[in-house]
Every structure is written in C-alpha cells, then in structure tokens.
C-alpha cells in the first residue's frame, strides 16, 4: 500500500469515527450514572482517537505482509496529524 492510499484509508476512518461523537455525546448525557465520567467530551475524544487508531492499524495489519514499525510508526502519525480537527469538532459542539 503506498502512501496516499493509506492517507485517505486514515482520513475515511476518521471521518467515520467523528461522525459518531454527536451519538456518543447523547449517550453519555443519557447514561451520566453508568458511565461516570467527569468529562463527556474528553472520553468521546478518547473514544475517536482510539478508534481512529484501532481502525487505521487493523487497515494495515489486515496487508498481506505484517507492517513494519516505520508503517506502524507513519500510520500514528497521520492520526495524529489530525488531531486539531478531531479536538475542534469535539469540543465546539
């Protein structure tokens, strides 16, 4: 897999990820006492990250041949990459 195509597999998964955080933000306000969280917005951040993390590495991992550190290193680094955008749709909603 070359670099762009793993970009714009990182960015769609992102893209899915953030289009959960309006779903996980009423479900935590809904849930206040199972969850208990102090925060809702920093654990859906939490949340977005991890799966936008997960997500990107299984893509990667699922490559006929096992991903290097430098591929596992490039794919954390374009997740991380969009951090600034995933913080503002969190946490101007």
Same mark, same amino acid.
């Given at each position: ?12 998964? &992102?893209?899915? $990820?953030?289009? @959960?955080? /309006?779903?996980?933000?009423?479900? +935590? =306000? ?5 969850? #208990? ?7 859906v951040y939490g949340l977005v990250m991890g799966m936008a ?5 299984? &893509?990667?991992? $699922?490559?006929? @041949?096992? /991903?290097?550190?430098?591929?596992? +290193? =490039? ?5 991380? #990459? ?12």
């Open positions: 897999m070359n670099e762009q195509e793993l970009e714009t597999i990182i960015e769609q998964t &992102i893209s899915g $990820a953030v289009l @959960t955080i /309006p779903a996980y933000m009423d479900e +935590i =306000k809904e849930n206040k006492e199972t969850f #208990k969280v102090e925060d809702p917005k920093e654990f993390l997960g997500l990107s590495g299984a &893509i990667l991992s $699922a490559q006929e @041949t096992t /991903p290097t550190p430098e591929e596992q +290193i =490039k794919v954390r680094d374009l997740v991380y #990459k969009n951090i600034p955008q995933i913080r503002e749709r969190i946490f101007n909603c």
